[in-house]
């Protein structure tokens, strides 16, 4: 079992950047990948970015290659989401999610098993 919890999001303006961070605790952190989603109003969650155990396998959603970047510090038991360039459309609940695997990454919701509580990210125009 492990706890999931997100923090960072806010209030910002178009151009702005934000980190999101999600703090973990339980087991040994690198033997679990870890994933960023979001969900804005009337939509579904959907897939952001997601980074395997030992951070050696990366993955972006193409809506937000070159804008967002997910990395880990496993001595730190946390995984970022570094958002720049903001865009009113990037307004969401921000989850991130983590399952047992060092390997591999995953880009599906339904792979994960653990789920954080969320941070609200709110871009104005």
């Known amino acids: 079992q492990v706890q999931l919890v997100e923090s960072g999001g806010g209030l910002v303006q178009a151009g702005g950047s934000l980190r999101l961070s999600c703090a973990a605790s339980?087991?040994?952190?690198?033997?679990?990948?870890m994933g960023w989603f979001r969900q804005a109003p009337g939509k579904e969650r959907e897939f952001v970015a997601a980074?395997?155990?030992?951070?050696?396998?990366?993955l972006h959603a193409n809506s937000v290659k070159g804008r967002f970047t997910i990395s880990r510090d496993n001595g730190k038991n946390t995984v970022y989401l570094q958002i720049d360039s903001l865009k009113p459309e990037d307004t969401a609940i921000y989850y991130c999610?983590?399952?047992?695997?060092?390997?591999?990454?995953?880009?599906?919701?339904?792979?994960?098993?653990?789920w954080g509580q969320g941070t609200q990210v709110t871009v104005s125009s």
């Open positions: 980074i395997s155990g030992s951070g050696g396998l990366i």
């Open positions: 999610a983590a399952r047992i695997s060092s390997g591999r990454a995953y880009i599906k919701a339904n792979e994960y098993d653990f």
């Open positions: 339980g087991r040994t952190f690198s033997n679990y990948a």
